[in-house]
């Protein structure tokens, strides 16, 4: 009889430590889920007021076409444009993270982490892929090179 007690017990204590590790996932993925809310909740913030730079800036050149004056410069304007797109390209890598993708090396598409091949191009999603555009920066600095070549060969023919 202690036998069978023992063994519920010990069958109970794994159910009990199955139980804790489940939770721990669980609480991991429902955090996971928040914080991908608040980056996109963040992104569409950023959204309405580009859509409020664009209205403003379109609402002042009918104006300005109306009234025949010059058209307004809009370079605070650009600048705040040029902020809060690079904010939203910020969070979208931000949310990315967040997801467990994986950026394709060759047309840049985000797959899901257990992707062996990108969705879009079929290109394979692997370590080596990655690092194969690093190697071909030092060959695009060596294309500078070659136009001073014929920079140089031009007074030549001259």
């Known amino acids: 009889m202690n036998d069978v007690m023992e063994t519920i017990k010990e069958q109970a204590v ?6 804790v590790k489940l939770t721990h996932k669980v609480i991991g993925k429902t955090n996971n889920v928040v914080d991908q809310t608040k980056v996109k909740f963040a992104i569409s913030d950023i959204n309405g007021k580009i859509k409020d730079v664009y209205a403003k800036m379109g609402e002042e050149i009918y104006k300005s076409h109306t009234d025949g ?15 809060m797109f690079g904010e939203i390209a910020d969070l979208n890598e931000q949310l990315n993270e967040l997801k467990e993708t994986k950026q394709c090396a ?8 257990d992707n062996e091949y990108c969705s879009k191009c079929g290109a394979p999603l692997c370590e080596t892929v990655e690092e194969e555009p690093a190697e071909e920066t030092p060959a695009a600095e060596e294309t500078p090179a070659a136009e001073e070549t014929p920079a140089a060969g031009e007074p030549e023919d001259a």
């Open 14 to 19: 794994k159910l009990k430590d199955g139980a």
């Open 106 to 113: 060759s047309c840049g598409t985000y797959n899901d982490k």
């Open 69 to 83: 004056t010059a058209a307004p410069d809009f370079t605070e304007e650009f600048e705040k444009l040029g902020g």
